[in-house]
T-cell receptor, first 112, second 110 residues
Framework: EAQVTQNPRYLITVTGKKLTVTCSQN?????MSWYRQDPGLGLRQIYY???????DKGDVPEGYKVSRKEKRNFPLILESPSPNQTSLYFC???????????FGPGTRLTVT | SQQGEEDPQALSIQEGENATMNCSYK?????LQWYRQNSGRGLVHLIL?????REKHSGRLRVTLDTSKKSSSLLITASRAADTASYFC??????????FGKGTTLSVSS
């Protein structure tokens, strides 16, 4: 089954404690992206990757890091999480032309 | 950079009625896509319309695109309670990113 998986689905952590949210897709997609979704603000893109070893900033990259060492994986790293990063995070993947993005189930992160 | 803006922000209708939501955008696009999100879940792709197309249908969905006005509309005919969700438009600019709007929340009551 074609899918994008994210782990963990829920995470409560404390300020400053480094964390990684994993994302994996099994569709051999070149394009992968991370979004955060906040009430009233819609989806905002954090980082995206057009292919292995190619990453670019989205609209809200501050406080986040990503890497794309393999085509299927695109982890999101919060080196020093802060409460303003409390949000619902989505990973997505697509073919090169971005004709359709497939979304993961989301990771609800709470930073206290 | 918010590209697509949906209107209205919220819409409440009865089952069987049609639901129309609109999307406006600012710059030239390759295509425009509509997605659906059930509460707190991942978005699901509904339909894509390319910049050289004016109208597209998929089941009970009808999408129009007016590039001169930089706007699109999504029509859901004969709505069902299961259509209750948030709907987002997303614009594809030069194939490098999809820019999402803030969404329209549709509530269909039986």
């Amino acid at each position: 089954e074609a899918q994008v998986t994210q782990n963990p689905r829920y995470l409560i952590t404390v300020t400053g404690k480094k964390l990684t949210v994993t994302c994996s897709q099994n569709m051999n997609h070149e394009y992968m992206s991370w979004y955060r979704q906040d009430p009233g603000l819609g989806l905002r893109q954090i980082y995206y990757s057009m292919n292995v070893e190619v990453t670019d900033k989205g609209d809200v990259p501050e406080g986040y890091k990503v890497s794309r060492k393999e085509k299927r994986n695109f982890p999101l790293i919060l080196e020093s999480p802060s409460p303003n990063q409390t949000s619902l995070y989505f990973c997505a993947s697509a073919t090169r032309g971005l004709d359709e993005q497939y979304f993961g189930p989301g990771t609800r992160l709470t930073v206290t | 950079s918010q590209q697509g803006e949906e209107d209205p922000q919220a819409l409440s209708i009865q089952e069987g009625e049609n639901a129309t939501m609109n999307c406006s955008y600012k710059t030239s696009i390759n295509n425009l896509q509509w997605y659906r999100q059930n509460s707190g879940r991942g978005l699901v792709h509904l339909i894509l319309i390319r910049s050289n197309e004016r109208e597209k249908h998929s089941g009970r969905l009808r999408v129009t695109l007016d590039t001169s006005k930089k706007s699109s509309s999504l029509l859901i005919t004969a709505s069902r309670a299961a259509d209750t969700a948030s709907y987002f438009c997303a614009t594809n600019q030069a194939g490098t990113a999809l820019i999402f709007g803030k969404g329209t929340t549709l509530s269909v009551s039986s």
